[in-house]
């Protein structure tokens, strides 16, 4: 059966990956984010290059109610959505005495806000369709908090608790939600913080990325964006009917402690 998945923040990174594993399975891909149209054009060709039976690029700015409203009617107009991965996220770092009120705002809308009105809109068809997976890209930090990250952690302690609702609320529907709580995750992102640590060790990049995980997460090793995708292509499964309402960690121990 060709299903079709629609997943937030997919230019690049985890959602990049999760949008490829997907296609692995012959599925329609909608891939959306902020992304020149080389970037665009580059994440399309490697998601019909793993094997997706279509794959459409959707713009939609996340900070915006009504822009992710439209996007939600794009994306149906193309097709009927049964994967829906909430993936898109941003993070400013400071102090609660420091957070920038406009700041506090917009992660507020782009990582909790977004992911509620894009299941507000898609969940009813999934569950009139009787069979449907949503799958949020949360964080760690939606099991425990740092300091600096009080939007970030804010949003994904929200994205923990509104899935556990939506799971509630759909439970007999044969729709499932699901979050993935991600420890350190090896993308270009934080490739300034691997040769930060690494300049303390001689350069030796290994070595950095070692005592920046271990900083938090006993493993001493991060995820790749791929085994997020496997994690995600996971809860997709068919004999996942009653797998729902979980926060999953791929944290390495972190939040074990």
């Known amino acids: 059966m060709t299903r079709t998945a629609f997943i937030t923040g997919s230019t690049s990174g985890i959602g990049l990956a999760i949008a490829s594993r997907l296609a692995a399975n012959g599925w329609a891909i909608g891939l959306h984010g902020l992304a020149t149209p080389e970037q665009r054009d580059e994440a399309l060709a490697e998601v019909r290059q793993a094997g997706a039976a279509e794959a ?5 700015d996340l900070r915006d109610a009504d822009a992710v409203q439209k996007l939600a009617e794009d994306v149906q107009r193309w097709r009927e959505v049964d994967v829906l991965v909430n993936n898109a996220g941003m993070q400013h770092t400071a102090s609660v005495a420091e957070m920038p009120p406009e700041v506090w705002q917009t992660v507020l809308a782009v990582n909790l806000s977004a992911a509620f009105y894009l299941m507000q809109a898609l969940l009813p068809g999934m569950a009139q369709r009787g069979w449907g997976r949503v799958v949020n890209i949360a964080s760690v930090h939606g099991l425990v908090a740092s300091v600096h990250k009080a939007p ?30 991600p420890g350190w995750v090896e993308t270009a992102l ?12 001689g350069g030796d990049r290994a070595a950095g990325l070692k005592a920046l995980v271990l900083d938090k997460q006993p493993s001493g090793r991060m995820s790749q964006p791929s085994d997020i995708g496997e994690a995600v292509a996971m809860l997709c499964a068919d004999w996942a009917h009653n797998l729902t309402g979980v926060a999953l960690p791929i944290d390495g121990g972190w939040t074990a402690q």
């Open 152 to 181: 970030y952690v804010a949003s994904k302690f929200g994205l923990v608790g509104l899935t556990k609702v939506a799971a509630l609320e759909y439970a007999q529907s044969g729709v499932t939600v699901n979050a993935i709580c």
């Open 190 to 201: 934080i490739e300034p913080q691997i040769q930060a640590r690494a300049a303390a060790f």
């Open 56 to 60: 459409v690029f959707f713009e939609g």
